[in-house]
């Protein structure tokens, strides 16, 4: 575990930095899972949902999501992102919708933030168009599974 690198001198929240450091590309990728009753899937799945295609508004939501994170996430510095994804993998019988968003920059930070806001959004919005249909929704988790890029180098979740 590093040093806290969001503090001053008198413990109080900062943005860092990043002017010294090393333009390079850097890459990120998140995921969250949403969960409902596998017919609540099917429904998502058939595209029979009453508020329409989930799965392409969920994409565009998470999407535009990681563009505004620098205005969502107090201490991030705004990216110009040069790419962001969301894909979405159904498992009806298991009631799940899982959302994997990746991100990429060519900057001085990374853009793990990004990849998880998008993914979060992304759930979120699972979870809005759904809610009608199934109350008991959740969204499971939202968890980092890889970045690369910058002085840390490559990093996977074990």
């Given at each position: ?43 998502v799945a058939a595209g029979d949902a ?82 009608g249909l199934d109350r008991a929704v ?21």
């Amino acid at each position: 575990m590093g040093e806290l690198t969001h503090l001053d001198e008198h413990g109080a929240a900062r943005m860092v930095d990043v002017g010294a450091k090393e333009v390079t590309q850097r890459r990120a990728v998140a995921r969250a899972v949403v969960r409902m009753a596998p017919a609540t899937a099917a429904a998502v799945a058939a595209g029979d949902a009453p508020k329409g295609d989930v799965l392409g508004v969920a994409r565009i939501a998470g999407i535009q999501a990681a563009k505004r994170t620098g205005e969502l996430i107090p201490l991030c510095h705004p990216l110009a992102l040069d790419h962001v994804d969301v894909d979405s993998v159904i498992d009806q019988p298991a009631g799940t919708v899982t959302l994997t968003a990746t991100a990429s920059v060519t900057a001085r930070t990374g853009v793990e933030m990004e990849a998880m806001t998008a993914a979060a959004v992304a759930a979120l919005t699972v979870y809005d168009m759904v809610k009608g249909l199934d109350r008991a929704v959740s969204i499971e988790h939202v968890a980092l599974l890889e970045k690369s890029g910058g002085r840390s180098g490559h990093w996977t979740r074990g």
